[in-house]
């Protein structure tokens, strides 16, 4: 099993910046592929980026494309979702998971990941 853990979270003002960090512990690190989600007030859970062994680079929908990157230190078996020029739209709770197998069309669908940490609130004032 893989226990995620989310840090970073909080508020801050429109075009303004946060780094997410999501501590894996457990099996090993290298064996998952790790992803960062987020949930809006009253919408579903979407997928915003992944990064799996073996996969090409990370993908990212068209609302954060040039704002959000995604990271790992694997010394650290930490994965980290940068977010600049941050939106009010960006306001959610944001949420990494882990899955051992993905298929890279479908990463966005929550119900391909196995694993889930309790999520931060990111706030984005105006």
């Known amino acids: 099993d893989v226990r995620l853990v989310e840090s970073g979270g909080g508020l801050v003002q429109a075009g303004g910046s946060l780094r997410l960090s999501c501590a894996v512990s457990g099996d090993s690190f290298g064996d998952y592929a790790i992803g960062w989600f987020r949930r809006a007030p009253g919408q579903r859970r979407t997928g915003i980026s992944y990064?799996?062994?073996?996969?090409?680079?990370?993908v990212y929908p068209d609302d954060v494309k040039g704002r959000f990157t995604i990271s790992t230190d694997n010394a650290k078996n930490t994965i980290y979702l940068q977010m600049n020029r941050q939106e009010p739209e960006d306001t959610a709770v944001y949420f990494c998971?882990?899955?051992?197998?993905?298929?890279?069309?479908?990463?966005?669908?929550?119900?391909?990941?196995?694993?889930w940490g309790q999520g931060t609130q990111v706030t984005v004032s105006s």
């Open positions: 998971a882990a899955s051992a197998q993905i298929e890279p069309d479908y990463y966005c669908d929550y119900r391909e990941w196995d694993y």
């Open positions: 990064i799996s062994p073996g996969d090409g680079p990370p």
